[in-house]
C-alpha cells in the first residue's frame, strides 16, 4: 500500500523559494505517477505539477510554468516540488497524490496529509 508524507511548507516572502517533500512508502516511486495539488481557502483544488512512470515526464499548469519544478530521489525514495518565484497567490495547501495505476496526474487515488504553504506581500 503507497503511503506519503508531505513536509517543507512554511511562511516565504513573496519572490522567495520553498522545497517541498513527499516521502513515499510502499512502492518505488519510479513505478508510480506523482502529483502535486494545492487548495487555498475558498477555491478548487488544482495541480501544480506531477512526474510520471513514462521516462519521468513532467506535467505543469501554466499558472506555475518556470517557476516550479517537480523531481525525484529514486534512492531516498521522495518527490520534490520545487517552488520559487513565489507569489501570494500560490498560498495554499499543499498534497502530493501517487497511483501506481495510472499515469494520469487528474486520476491519482492515494494522499498525503498535505503542508500549509503561505506566502507573505
Known amino acids: 500500500e503507497v503511503q506519503l508524507v508531505e513536509s517543507g511548507g512554511g511562511l516565504v516572502q513573496a519572490g522567495g523559494s520553498l522545497r517541498l517533500s513527499c516521502a513515499v512508502s510502499?512502492?518505488?516511486?519510479?513505478?508510480?505517477?506523482v502529483g502535486w495539488f494545492r487548495q487555498a481557502p475558498g477555491k478548487e483544488r488544482e495541480g501544480v505539477g506531477c512526474?510520471?512512470?513514462?521516462?519521468?515526464?513532467?506535467y505543469y499548469p501554466d499558472s506555475v510554468k518556470g517557476r516550479f519544478v517537480v523531481s525525484r530521489d529514486n534512492a531516498l525514495n521522495k518527490v520534490y516540488l520545487q517552488m520559487s518565484s513565489l507569489k501570494p497567490e500560490d498560498t495554499g495547501v499543499y498534497f502530493c497524490?501517487?497511483?501506481?495505476?495510472?499515469?494520469?496526474?487528474?486520476?491519482?487515488?492515494?494522499w498525503g496529509q498535505g503542508t500549509q504553504v503561505t506566502v507573505l506581500l
Open positions: 512526474i510520471s512512470t513514462v521516462g519521468g515526464q513532467t
Open positions: 510502499g512502492r518505488r516511486i519510479g513505478d508510480i505517477t
Open positions: 497524490a501517487a497511483d501506481y495505476r495510472t499515469t494520469v496526474c487528474n486520476l491519482l487515488n492515494v
